[in-house]
């Protein structure tokens, strides 16, 4: 089993940045792809952004030059910096940690951008 606790959540003005961090604990293969997802009210949960161990980085289209991701390996932790909010990207952000055929999930942290 995998546990993942995520941070870094809130409320922030349209054109703000919020930082996200997700921790990894357990079972971690180290061949794995961690990322984030999100879920809008009245939405299905959508990919934000992908880091796998070996492998390209993968951007959702509405967040390309705004968001970055970076994982550490070391301390398998995985951040998302996310720049230039809009208010579309109000959601819960889901880490999630893909490895040996299964999904692991946090509980989710909010992200409110206002105007």
């Known amino acids: 089993q995998v546990q993942l606790v995520e941070s870094g959540g809130g409320w922030v003005q349209a054109g703000g940045s919020l930082r996200l961090a997700c921790a990894a604990s357990?079972?971690?293969?180290?061949?794995?792809?961690m990322g984030w997802y999100r879920q809008a009210p009245g939405k299905q949960r959508e990919l934000v952004a992908t880091?796998?161990?070996?492998?390209?980085?993968n951007y959702a289209d509405s967040v390309k030059g705004r968001f970055t991701i970076s994982r550490d390996n070391a301390k398998n932790t995985v951040h998302l910096q996310m720049n230039s909010l809009k208010l579309e990207d109000t959601g819960v952000y889901y880490c999630?940690?893909?490895?040996?055929?299964?999904?692991?999930w946090g509980q989710g942290t909010q992200v409110t951008v206002s105007s």
């Open positions: 880091f796998p161990t070996y492998g390209r980085i």
């Open positions: 999630n940690q893909a490895q040996l055929r299964k999904d692991y």
């Open positions: 357990g079972s971690i293969f180290r061949i794995n792809s």
